[in-house]
């Protein structure tokens, strides 16, 4: 699983990649345009070895990437009605490949861990206040905790 994220295509490590099976944006359905474009998440390590977020299509260039700030993190453990989940917050600059615009985000990202893996759910309020909300499965294994310090 190696993707050439643009900011640093030579010396990046891929941490783990979300597959994505659901997206909408302010509400509306757009898991169709995110299909067609065989859109992903991933999260790595670029040659600072700071933690990194990207969201990629899978056609072309055009990506979302930058550095992950701010971390926060909350787990549940797993009971008999409920599985583990690990829930994160953070802040992503993110840089446009397709465009040249930049921003911050706030995402807060939940990892539920079922028998056959790990699903997830992401919500980003851009800058502009757009509301993304991305649901898929994790390919990879991450543990987020990791970086909570940096």
């Given amino acids: 699983m190696s993707i050439s994220i643009i900011s640093n295509a030579q ?6 990649k979300f597959i994505i099976t659901e997206a909408t944006s302010n ?3 757009i898991s169709q345009w995110y299909f067609q474009r065989k859109q992903f998440l ?3 390590n670029n040659k600072e070895g700071q933690l990194c977020l990207a969201d990629v299509s899978g056609i072309n260039d055009d990506q979302s990437y930058g550095r992950v700030y701010s971390l926060k993190s909350e787990s549940m453990n797993e009971t008999e009605t409920s599985y583990k989940v690990d829930v994160f917050s953070f802040r992503w600059r ?6 040249s615009e930049t921003g911050y985000a706030t995402v807060l990202l939940t990892k539920i861990y079922k028998p056959a893996g790990v699903i997830f759910s992401i919500k980003m309020v851009l800058s502009n206040l757009d ?10 294994t991450l543990n987020l905790n990791d970086y909570l310090n940096n």
């Fill in 11 to 16: 010396k990046q490590e891929d941490l783990a």
């Fill in 42 to 44: 991933i999260f790595y």
């Fill in 27 to 29: 509400g509306n359905d």
């Fill in 94 to 99: 993110y840089f446009n490949s397709y465009n």
């Fill in 131 to 140: 509301v993304l909300k991305i649901k898929g499965y994790m390919e990879g």
